[in-house]
């Protein structure tokens, strides 16, 4: 039996029965929404996406999905706190695109960094994190400036273990530890001048998706080629995509690039 938004809303209405959560259905917007009643706190499903998984795997789906939703409401409903937790804050990279506040109106932290690319703060609580907002810093007077140092410092403290793969004479190195950080790396500015200083031609940078940085150690045309080509495949198929862009590395900026076909990157205008 084919499975449709409508079967999916009801399976859903079944695993996340709890007096303690309101559920919605928008059916011109194909979403499902489960939230706490008492601070309006929730997140919103897209169904067809479900149903897509779920023709792919079965119930296996359904229960990783109740299992990642339940963990996200739990963080929602808990009080954190960042005095004493220092060592658990790190940067994360999100596209521009990404929301600046949260469902409820609470502005996130965060700060430029290219023009394809923001910087906010997370509190990692183990199997997942939390977003740093406005009010968790009022809270505890704490500036910009002092969550961005803390940050900053500990996603230096990472290793920066890479893999390496060379392929028509370009060197091609990827960090993926599946810590949730590997594409806030690019933030250790020391990491990318280490890399800038062993390359042989010119580096570049890629930040496709969370759970991947890639250096690329250009020595030809055709390794332009290659990183676009790579870059694309990765944004597609990464659970949060950033930038299908990637950057040149030189003189301590990156300047995100479109690369076309057997050329030079241009830089984007």
């Given amino acids: 039996m084919k499975m449709t938004s409508l079967k999916m809303k009801k399976i859903l209405d079944e695993r996340f029965s709890n007096p303690e959560f309101y559920t919605s259905y928008k059916r011109n917007e194909d979403s499902y929404r489960i939230e706490w009643k008492e601070s309006k706190q929730g997140m919103t499903i897209t169904l067809p996406n479900v149903v897509s ?15 990642h939703v339940l ?6 409903n808990e009080e954190h706190t960042l005095s004493g937790m220092e060592k658990n804050i ?24 290219t023009a394809e690319t923001r910087v906010y703060y997370a509190l990692d609580l183990g199997k997942s994190y939390r977003l740093i907002d406005e009010p968790m810093l009022e809270k505890e007077e704490w500036t910009y400036d002092r ?100 950057f040149i590395y030189e003189d301590k900026t ?4 479109f690369i076309m076909a057997k050329n030079r990157p241009e830089q984007k205008k």
């Fill in 71 to 76: 963990e996200a409401l739990r963080i929602m």
């Fill in 90 to 113: 790190y940067p994360v990279i999100r596209a521009t695109s990404f929301a600046t506040e949260t469902n409820a109106g609470t502005t996130l932290v965060s700060k430029d960094h």
């Fill in 53 to 67: 998984k779920y023709n792919k795997r079965g119930e296996t789906a359904i229960d990783e999905l109740e299992k």
């Fill in 254 to 257: 990156l300047e995100p690039v």
């Fill in 147 to 246: 969550i961005d140092e803390i940050a900053t410092f500990n996603i230096r403290s990472l290793s920066n273990d890479f893999k390496k793969d060379t392929v028509a004479d370009n060197d091609f190195y990827f960090v993926a530890k599946q810590d949730g950080y590997d594409a806030s790396r690019i933030l250790n500015e020391a990491f990318l001048e280490e890399m800038l200083a062993n390359s042989k031609g010119q580096l570049a940078v890629a930040v496709p998706h969370q759970d991947v940085l890639i250096f690329a150690d250009i020595q030809n045309k055709t390794g332009y080629d290659i990183l676009a080509q790579m870059t694309m495949k990765f944004f597609a198929e990464g659970s949060i995509p950033i930038t299908s862009l990637p």
